[in-house]
């Protein structure tokens, strides 16, 4: 336990559960988009493991993804805090991009990170820490093992013996722990591929216990916009007051809304954060169905 003594062990956990109303039915919501200004989310949970133990040698972070990844910019926080380097690579960074950096790039080209356009160097030395796309990785389980026992922790205080927990997935890193370590039903639908895609990052984290996934008839593709994400978004944030993440987040409601309305359980539904993300998906957004520019 270290970085100078500043951060306590208390620190990037501990988040508030809350109930609300949506479309006249009750939700739980584990609010990890709360843990802190700019480690949060489902992130936080996943690099916790890094921020926490001591690695003597290590004085790089070199990763890789898409431009606007909300895994690149927790990265960027992790590697501040830590006083570490950070190479994040990237195919490409289209001009606009470059010439008006927003949202998740922005932040992290403030928080010190190198973008480097091209491939990730074949031989990491032993001073670099390598993280594979989106932190799918088995170091990613101590956080989540912390965030499956607030859960337990809560649902005895609350007398809450039969609960579904949700959370929709990218990599699926966090809803496969979480199922690992909860003693309650982990239900999940698949963001950047199909069903078929996540069952398979399950596999190659663990053999068994794999979370329930559940979908919709249309196929959405990753990062494309689509107007009824937009609009449960918005009905969210009215009826809430909670705003959520529109890459994830929304097609995870419409699948609560299609496959969990008439669910008897208790759901507790996983916000995983993303905010910062939220600015340049609201612009394309706002330019596509609103008009504003
Ligand atoms: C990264 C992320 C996810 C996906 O997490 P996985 O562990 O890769 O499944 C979901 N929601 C938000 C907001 C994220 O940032």
Redesign the pocket.
Known sequence: MLIDGTISSMKYTNSPIEQITFNNKKFFIKRDDLLDKDFS???AR?FYYFLKNDFKNITKVVSYGSVQS??MYSLSVLCKLRKWDFDYYVDHVADYIKTNPIGNYKEALSNGMNIIEGKVPENIDTNTLFIPE?G?LKEASLGIKILAQEIIKWAEQTNTKDLKVFL????????LYLQKYLPFEVITCSCVGDEKYLEKQFSLLEKKKHPKIISLDKKYHFGKLYKEFYEIHKDLKEQTNIEF?LL??SKGWLCVKKHLKTCKSSILYIH???LLGNISMIQRYKYKYDKII
């Not at 929709?168 to 809803?175: D, I, Q, R």
């Open positions: 989310g489902n992130k996943k909300n895994a989106g799918a929709p997935s990218g990599t699926g890193t966090t809803a993440d994830y987040d995983q954060g993303g």
